[in-house]
């Protein structure tokens, strides 16, 4: 069973910094894809940042020149450099890894922005 857990979240000013972290509990490359997403109360989980084993790294456009994602193989973990965070980024952001036909969750973490 493959486990995430994600780290970082927390309550941050407009303007401010976070960096989140999903440790997976196993060798990331051996997920087809890995990635982050956001959920706020009554809306639907929308994607955020992620990469595929093919080489490809993608973001929302909403975070487009504000967001990072990476990866450290060693650690078995991937990141999320949030920068110039925004009101509307305070949601739940959950780790997310696709291996075949399953998909894996983290718990999730609170990012909230206050203004």
């Known amino acids: 069973q493959v486990q995430l857990v994600e780290s970082g979240g927390g309550l941050v000013q407009a303007g401010g910094s976070l960096r989140l972290s999903c440790v997976a509990s196993g060798d990331i490359f051996s997920f087809n894809a890995m990635g982050w997403y956001r959920q706020t109360p009554g809306k639907q989980r929308e994607f955020v940042a992620g990469f595929r084993t093919s080489g490809s790294t993608s973001y929302a456009d909403s975070v487009k020149g504000r967001f990072t994602f990476s990866r450290n193989a060693v650690r078995n973990t991937v990141y999320l450099e949030m920068n110039s965070l925004k009101p509307e980024d305070t949601a739940v952001y959950y780790c997310?890894?696709?291996?075949?036909?399953?998909?894996?969750w983290g718990q999730g973490t609170q990012v909230t922005v206050s203004s």
């Open positions: 997310n890894a696709d291996r075949g036909q399953a998909r894996y």
